[in-house]
DNA sequence: TCTTCAACTGTAAGATCTTACAGTTACGCG
DNA sequence: CGCGTAACTGTAAGATCTTACAGTTGAAGA
């Protein structure tokens, strides 16, 4: 059934360099594997209480609409399952969704009323923190199993590359999301506050004075633009600008 | 080429108990996709300095030995495109790689003198702070194409799975990696840390005295097993415990 | 050579967190 | 009705972080 391979798809998105491209290629994946509509979401951990939001839609913009005003983010259990989970979900009206409340069933069958009857969504998460999805919907009512079967990996690594092509086009184009680079040592200094050390058995550790490490820490404070030091752990940890260690 | 389906690997992961029968699967998917060897590794982030590794090796053992006594983890490129990284990764002893250091060629000579010449590296990120990547292996001393071009989609989908697999084994049989639950007032509390705010701040925020505030953030404390603040900014962040939110 | 930047250091007042003490109230479950 | 649990509250001493002041040193690049 496909008409387009999956490399060329995905050599699209790669050389996309604005979001209208992009879509494009959505929409051409769409099609080659049988569904009517996407969306692709992603959510970049800018702030954790008003965090950034990105979307390419290829639903109908009054259930965009409708969406958004009831803030159904939050009930939307593709959402909900793609944000905490690593494996695509497969949705339709009944089957699919273990005991919905009544809440999700109302918005279940408002999605339909859209012609967003069934789907796929496939979650990604990265090393910075963003949380990314892409979800193919279909007019049927009962998913289609082996028109799933065929999109399943496909989907998958699509969506990959995809949100990488996302970025690329935000952070070149839009500019609100501007990466600070943290040196080395402030790193160090701030990997050391993870694991619940003081300024002074910090300044033990790497061998330099107290008044040291809170230089340091003073500094990503003012990079990352935070108030304080337990904003700046979770500004640095969330976008991955510190990572567990490797090294033993 | 592939004799057994995508889905029915995937179905193979799900029914799996055991790390053998993990490790199964997974050769069944080198020989079907025409690799020699795999290997699986994930990081859990336990602790930033000292976190908690699973491996899962169809490597040769001398070659395994040789690298953890040279905490290869460091230099192995694979890993540290992974790392950073969502979409898998082609490498060989030379095109791929982008002027590697003198480290990382030597690094790259000694893995093909144990058969490991060239492959393919699928990255996956969870939304609970797991790294976990899958790395198939081939003799070949260029990678091939078309066998790549096969394996890539399959790769990226079997990886997710692999990893949720490997996360359902150990929480069940390996008993370390311990879940703790945080109440929805402890998040609550914690997310307005995470944002820079005061206890007094967070208390007028929820409504609520500012001893309760610190009462939940000590309870968040113990809960978690750290030491300080900031350590359980860092571990709920980390770990996922919250997440940057839907509500606008 | 001049500039930029990472890395480094000292003092001190005031703000904030940590820890120890000792409780109350409301809800669901067996 | 007892039990466990979430949620809530007060006081106070001591530890730690924050912010303001004012710098030095060495290496890399224009």
Known sequence: MPVTGCIDLIEALSSAGTVDEL???CSRLCEDYGFERFIYGSRIPTSFVKPYFIFISGYPKAWRDHYTQNNYMVVDPTVVYCAENITPMLWDGRSVLHDPTPEVQRFMSEAQDFGISSGISFPVHSAQGDFAMLSLASELQVINRPMIDQVLPVGQLFTAYLHEAVRRVFDSDVLPLTRVELTQREKECLLWVTEGKTNWETSRILNISERTVVFHLQNIQTKLGVSNRHQA????????????????
């Open 233 to 248: 752990v979770a500004r640095a940890v969330a976008q991955g600008f510190i990572q567990p260690q490797f090294t033993q």
């Open 23 to 25: 879509h494009t290629v």
